[in-house]
DNA sequence: ATATGTCATGTTGTCAGACAACATTACTTA
DNA sequence: TAAGTAATGTTGTCTGACAACATGACATAT
């Protein structure tokens, strides 16, 4: 028997540190939109650290939108409306709530992606979604662990490719996005889900529906069919995670 | 008469530039997941800069989980899966068919957060939306370009305020940064598009229909009426920016 | 022969100091 | 009163150094 060990993280770097304490402060409210920084030198001397530190800190934030910086006056607090990126804080996938939350905008979106791929698949389309239906049929009625993710790989790569088939470029980064996310902080946990569900024939049900509404280009019906899917996952996923009932 | 100036653009740092560099190749493909980056100094050579510009780009570029560093080792290209970030670049905005697509991920998303905003709204909520509901009909039969930026401005808050009452606060941070980045580069067309539209009454009933479903309680017809205007409001700009056919 | 320990090397992470580029303010001058 | 000028402070960039760490080669012991 062979014992798997997950992947330990890397310590956390000074600025990156540096950043996340700046970013909560703004979250926070306790700078402000159009607020001075301190000069760099100054934050420098309050963490205890270089000033390329500082440096490499705003930098990051000045790449999100939160901060803009003019050489010779200082760096400001953004409006919160010029934020350039969208991203989820490690900690929203520990607790119930914002968990869910996550998971209702991406049932919305996978959705959606499959309103638009019944209408735009191609053939090479269908094959890249069909051969992942075919693993999952084939790996329906084996256990164990490696089945398990296995049956997961296949449906987040069923998904991908039906964003793809979608032809919008920016639903296909969204949901990859999520996806990753969900997968890094919750994958463990999804393949035990994979591996325990009893009722693994409806859930693959779930993606013939949506997968039959795209090869018969009924938009409406691969919508609902995704959501769903999507939804049930959802349901599932937090009832089997350890969540803070914050 | 006073003219109007926009805001000037303040010339491009180094980090950033560098930061796009190698984003760019990463995008491409002439990098791909896994490889190894030149070393720092090396890259700092190359671009014919100092380390620690180097240092600010690849930082940027980390926080965006595009690459991944080692002390003692170097940088590598993360998976395309393990972005934890979702961003649009800003010549999406000049090319008619991203800009679609941009506008069509936008439709999709405001359209259920009217959907979560009918079910979750509460009196406040109401209260914020008809604020804005009423600047637009007070300002509906004047003209000028003041009275165009103010309806401008009602609409996006009143969006605003729909995807806070959707009670998901990532479809507020998403929308936000949707709308910003719009604003951010077809402000003025958008406003012109304010002044010109001749059908300006059908354009308010759009707004009052969404208001009405979200007050009566009924998602449906608020996702249908949301996703009608932002359809609509697609079609609209796109037809007046000056887009490159790419 | 295999496993363990040690060291040299190269890379990233952090520090310190300096100067350039720039914006603001106060001051000077026409 | 208006325009020009200098002083000051901040961000942007450069340079050099050392610390922290990982890797691979080598030596040693069992």
């Known amino acids: 028997m062979e014992t798997r060990y997950e992947k330990l993280e890397r310590p956390r770097r000074l600025p990156d540190e540096i950043a996340a304490r700046l970013t909560r402060q703004i979250d926070d409210g306790a ?24 440096r490499e800190a705003i930098s990051q934030l000045k790449s999100d939108g939160i ?9 400001f607090v953004a409006d ?4 350039t990126v969208f991203r989820i804080g490690e900690a929203c996938f520990a607790k119930r709530k914002e968990l869910a939350q996550i998971l209702q905008l991406r049932t919305s ?11 735009h698949r191609n053939e ?29 790989e296949a449906e987040r790569q069923l998904y991908r490719n039906i964003a793809r088939a979608s032809g919008n470029g920016f639903f296909v980064d969204f949901l990859g996005m999520l996806d990753g996310r969900i997968d890094q902080s919750l994958r463990s946990v999804a393949i035990k889900n994979m591996i325990a569900v009893e009722s693994r024939k409806e859930v693959l049900a779930e993606h013939e529906a949506v997968f039959e509404a795209i090869v018969e280009q009924d938009a409406e019906a691969a919508r609902i069919a995704a959501r769903t899917h999507f939804a049930n996952a959802a349901t599932r996923l937090i009832s089997r995670a350890n969540l803070a009932d914050v």
């Open 80 to 83: 919160s409306g010029t934020r």
């Open 109 to 119: 979106n996978e959705a959606e992606a499959a309103f638009l791929a019944a209408a």
């Open 67 to 75: 901060i803009n910086s003019r050489q010779g006056v200082g760096a």
């Open 124 to 152: 090479a389309d269908l094959d890249a979604m069909n051969d992942q239906i075919t693993i999952m049929r084939e790996s329906l009625e084996k256990s164990g662990a490696t089945n398990g993710e296995r049956r997961y």
């Open 31 to 54: 700078i402000k939109p159009g607020d001075k920084l301190p000069t760099e030198q100054a934050l420098a001397n309050d963490f205890g650290v270089a000033r390329t530190v500082v």
